[in-house]
């Protein structure tokens, strides 16, 4: 069987660029994309609990402003100022939410999401690959529309505006993987 190739765009370096995976029919087993999710939690916490932030939860529930449905995000970060949205579930948007993205999630992750995100005001959104070892993090603009905040393919560091303090050296995130 032959590798089928899927073509994203990234904004490595502010510019958008085609990547591919390099086999749609591979998936992100659950254990790697837990560790991701998991690793990441880790990384982020040690600064939102150092600076008495808010709270990080992975895969929580969310019900989204004007939605009757839930979404489950990888991870949310709730701020302490918009702790009102913490109950059982998160009701209301989180201030940043993480995606695992592989070939299967891609639509889903990159256009549905990334919309439904946006329109619910959900301020900052990560997404990763970890097959492309790709950080690409988003910044809700005045209008309501996401913009490239910062992005790292392979090496180089993310970092977040809603998380004040927070980055992250990808090359070194990447290698802690299995």
């Not at 899927?6 to 958008?16: N, Y």
């Not at 749609?24 to 600076?51: P, Q, T």
């Not at 019900?63 to 009757?68: A, V």
């Amino acid at each position: 069987m032959q590798a089928q190739q899927s073509t994203i765009t990234s904004t490595v370096a502010g510019k958008h660029q085609p990547l591919r995976f390099k086999d749609k029919d591979k998936e992100m087993s659950r254990f790697r994309h837990g560790c991701i999710i998991s690793l990441l939690a880790h990384y982020m916490w040690g600064v939102v609990l150092k600076n008495q932030l808010g709270w990080i939860s992975e895969d929580p529930d969310v019900r989204l402003p004007n939605r009757e449905t839930k979404v489950r995000p990888d991870l949310a970060f709730v701020s302490k100022a918009n702790e009102a949205v913490i109950r059982d579930n998160v009701e209301g948007a989180p201030d940043l939410v993480v995606e695992a993205i592989s070939a299967s999630s891609y639509e889903e992750d990159t256009e549905k999401k990334f919309n439904l995100y946006a329109e619910a005001g959900v301020k900052e959104y990560w997404i990763i690959s970890a097959e492309m070892r790709l950080i690409d993090v988003f910044s809700l603009d005045e209008n309501g529309q996401y913009q490239p905040l910062c992005s790292a393919l392979r090496e180089g560091k993310v970092f977040s505006k809603v998380i004040d303090g927070f980055e992250l050296d990808v090359e070194l995130f990447f290698s802690q993987m299995k």
